[in-house]
């Protein structure tokens, strides 16, 4: 998937989960096409493979550290930067509503305390805002776990399917 289309996917959370459930059902299928033929070739086999099934099979290990290491990197750094900006975030809109509630407490007049109970409710509806962030910020995390394992998979498919 191209990164300009997963950009514009992130402005709505259920576009982002909708893509992460097709990405994970290309995985499965494309999964199952390497394992039907992997199994297939241990097989065939048995206990002497040849040098090109050692290699294939030391490969198939190989793949499956590399993708799992890949994926706990992106899925850290991901973390590392979504940690910082939800807690820059929730911190903020504290201190936004404390003083919206600070400046309700100090008005003068009827007309101000309107205004500032107007703009308190304001403040106050800003939390869904976040909730929806935060969902696609969860989705981003797992798209970005399953970027590498997606990768290899499917390209395993093509390479094992022209055989």
């Known amino acids: ?25 290309a995985i499965m299928q494309a ?20 040098a090109r099934d050692r290699r294939e099979f030391t490969l198939m290990g ?4 590399e993708a799992a290491v890949e994926s706990a990197q992106g899925m850290a750094a991901h973390c590392m930067t979504m940690n910082l900006r939800l ?17 309700v407490v100090a008005s003068r007049t ?6 500032r109970q107007a703009k308190l409710g304001r403040v106050m509806t800003q939390p869904p805002v976040t909730a929806s962030q935060l ?21 395993n498919a093509r390479r094992l399917g022209q055989r």
């Open 62 to 65: 190989k793949e499956k550290i």
């Open 110 to 115: 009827v007309r101000q305390s309107v205004e």
């Open 31 to 50: 999964s199952a096409q390497v394992i039907g033929h992997r199994t297939g070739r241990m097989a065939i086999a048995g206990p002497k493979p040849s």
């Open 87 to 103: 807690g820059t975030r929730a911190f903020k809109q504290m201190l936004t509503g404390a003083t919206a509630m600070m400046s």
């Open 135 to 155: 969902s696609a910020s969860a989705a981003r995390l797992a798209h970005r776990g399953l970027r590498p394992i997606h990768a290899r998979a499917t390209a």
């Open 1 to 25: 998937m191209k990164r300009n289309r997963i950009g514009n996917l992130f402005g709505a959370p259920f576009l982002i989960w909708t893509d992460l459930a097709l990405k994970t059902g």
